[in-house]
């Protein structure tokens, strides 16, 4: 166990870059769940198809063959990664000591593949919402967006907040994968350092690099009980 002590530099650099890419990958998949989730809801069939399309494809790929392909294929578009240089990310970025190609390419994986199962999450809970709230709505002369805005999507949090949490922690679990792609320094690339370059025991570095799961996890799972039992409450 004295791996913890001596390595624990890796061990707190690993968890701090997975937690940066859990942190910004939540963000991205929270925004482009939410944009996919009104096209699935669109009034207009051609934005509702490509809702439909968005979330069969990639809810039904497994996340390795995503990663695979952001780490291989999107480097061959550009040797420089042009097209990933956004300003503001960039800021980020560069702030956060993480301007890698390959942190970037971890990171549009996990927000692509994550927006998918957010965009259902949120939809169950549009789904949970009266029929009859937006029925009044319309009656009052409230165009679409205005009934999404203003009385839909306010309700509908209430009753998608805990499947969001859910998928939010399977997405910090599925981040283990981001060192096998290239993202170097991460929990699980720290893992195979120590195990297969710097010759340490095998349990005590993957209990370690457990803990630090553990602790992104468990209070977010805590969390979202304590939400869920204040919902059941309400509900009586």
């Given at each position: 166990?004295?791996?913890?002590?001596?390595?624990?530099?890796?061990?707190a650099g690993g968890f701090w870059l997975t937690l940066q890419i859990c942190v910004l990958a939540a963000i991205g998949a929270l925004i482009l769940g939410a944009v996919v989730a009104v096209l699935r809801i669109s009034p207009v069939p051609p934005?509702?198809?490509?809702?439909?399309?968005?979330?069969?494809?990639?809810?039904?790929?497994p996340l390795t063959v995503v990663m695979f392909f952001a780490a291989f294929a999107l480097p061959a578009l550009g040797s420089n990664a042009d097209f990933l240089r956004i300003p503001g990310l960039d800021v980020v970025f560069t702030r956060l000591g993480t301007d890698l190609p390959y942190f970037r390419?971890?990171?549009?994986?996990?927000?692509?593949?994550t927006a998918a199962f957010v965009c259902e999450a949120l939809r169950s809970?549009?789904?949970?919402?009266?029929?009859?709230?937006a029925e009044a709505a319309r009656s009052l002369g409230l165009t679409f967006t205005q009934n999404?805005?203003?009385?839909?999507?306010?309700?509908?949090w209430k009753a998608s907040i805990v499947p969001l949490g859910s998928v939010i922690i399977a997405m910090i679990k599925n981040s283990a994968l981001i060192g096998f792609f290239g993202v170097?320094?991460?929990?699980?690339?720290?893992?195979?350092?120590?195990?297969?370059?710097?010759?340490?025991?095998?349990?005590?570095?993957?209990?370690?690099?457990?803990?630090?799961?553990?602790?992104?996890?468990?209070?977010?799972?805590?969390?979202?009980d304590r939400i869920e039992r204040?919902?059941?409450?309400?509900a009586r």
């Open positions: 166990m004295s791996v913890w002590v001596d390595k624990f530099d890796v061990f934005l509702r198809a490509v809702g439909t399309a968005y979330v069969t494809i990639f809810r039904n790929m390419f971890a990171l549009i994986a996990l927000t692509l593949y809970g549009i789904n949970a919402v009266p029929p009859g709230q999404l805005r203003y009385v839909v999507l306010p309700q509908s170097v320094g991460d929990l699980s690339q720290s893992a195979d350092q120590l195990t297969s370059a710097e010759g340490y025991a095998f349990i005590p570095v993957a209990i370690g690099i457990s803990i630090g799961y553990l602790i992104m996890t468990v209070p977010l799972g805590a969390l979202l204040r919902q059941a409450v309400a």
